[in-house]
């Protein structure tokens, strides 16, 4: 059974940082691909970054330059480091795991979720 838990959400400033991390269970981190998405209340959930077996990493263009999607396979976790965070980076933020589909950035190319933490930025 896989499981996917995050942690690492807060109340921040704008410019801060946060770093997220999400534990998988029952689903090697090293496999296939992670990625990181996110849902602001009335909106659609929206892929944020992506990391795949080869190393290579997916950026949405609203945060490249300022979010970094990691993984450390010996502790089957995955992260992202946000800095310089905006209030409109405010969000539920969700893990997925296996991209069995279609592009990263669409939720139904994921099968497996966590159950979210929350990011709030403040201006």
């Known amino acids: 059974q896989v499981q996917l838990v995050e942690s690492g959400g807060g109340s921040v400033q704008a410019g801060g940082s946060l770093r997220l991390s999400c534990a998988a269970s029952?689903?090697?981190?090293?496999?296939?691909?992670m990625g990181w998405f996110r849902q602001a209340p009335g909106k659609e959930r929206e892929g944020v970054a992506a990391?795949?077996?080869?190393?290579?990493?997916y950026y949405a263009d609203s945060v490249k330059g300022r979010f970094t999607i990691s993984r450390d396979n010996a502790k089957n976790t995955l992260y992202l480091q946000m800095n310089s965070l905006k209030p409109e980076d405010t969000a539920m933020y969700y893990c997925?795991?296996?991209?069995?589909?279609?592009?990263?950035?669409?939720?139904?190319?994921?099968?497996?979720w966590g159950q979210g933490t929350q990011v709030t930025v403040s201006s």
């Open positions: 997925a795991a296996d991209l069995y589909g279609g592009g990263w950035y669409f939720r139904t190319s994921w099968k497996y």
């Open positions: 029952g689903y090697p981190a090293s496999r296939n691909c």
């Open positions: 990391i795949c077996t080869s190393g290579a990493t």
